[in-house]
């Protein structure tokens, strides 16, 4: 099987199996020329080394479980990919993942890392979102203050002490009749 070549944005040269390459429609594109070497720009090295890795374990799982990712989304997978790489990683890493392989256009690669994003924000404050994100709120001061009083539940994550605003909740004590 052929390799090709690859540069990253921090100059580090990889040589990547035909078929990794070609999941990738940048490099995919680029390979007009035999022989040399794609720049990827928008990638540094360690980006491209758990890409590799992560397409390497979706092999592996792919066959252990006898099964295309795409073709069945099995959530098999992402509680795989969860206990082999998600452990290691910071919230602002996998966001940089996310863009290298989005950059990549590696589609599987792409559901499965924003599915792993999904998990781990589902209990995060809006304000963290922003801040990782690098998203700007576009209120004034006072639509900011009518938002935060009348959607509190949206300012509030379990993480992010800093963030949490008192909100008032309903709560329900287990000597309480309900129904």
Not at 18 to 23: D, K, P, S, V
Not at 45 to 66: D, P
Not at 126 to 155: H, I, M, Q
Request: with cysteine; glycine share 4%.
């Amino acid at each position: 099987m052929e390799k090709i070549t690859v540069r990253t944005s921090d100059g580090h040269e990889f040589e990547l199996e035909e078929y990794l390459a070609l999941q990738s429609a940048p490099i995919k594109t680029s390979l007009d020329l035999p022989g040399e070497t794609v720049p990827l720009s928008n990638v540094n090295s360690w980006e491209m080394v758990k890409v590799i890795a992560f397409f390497t374990k979706l092999q592996e799982l792919e066959t252990s479980f006898g099964v295309k990712f795409m073709e069945k989304k099995d959530d098999r997978f992402l509680e795989a990919f969860q206990n082999e790489f998600d452990k290691d990683l910071s919230d602002e890493n996998l966001v940089c993942l996310l863009c290298a392989v989005s950059y990549l256009e590696i589609e599987v690669l792409q559901e499965i890392m924003c599915r792993l994003m999904a998990e781990r924000i589902k209990t995060k404050s809006l304000d963290y979102c922003r801040d990782l994100f690098g998203v700007s709120s576009d209120y004034t001061p006072e639509e900011e203050a009518k938002n935060r009083k009348d959607y509190c539940w949206a300012f509030e994550g379990s993480e992010i002490e800093k963030y949490k605003r008192p909100c008032a909740r309903i709560v329900i004590h287990e000597s309480e009749n309900i129904g």
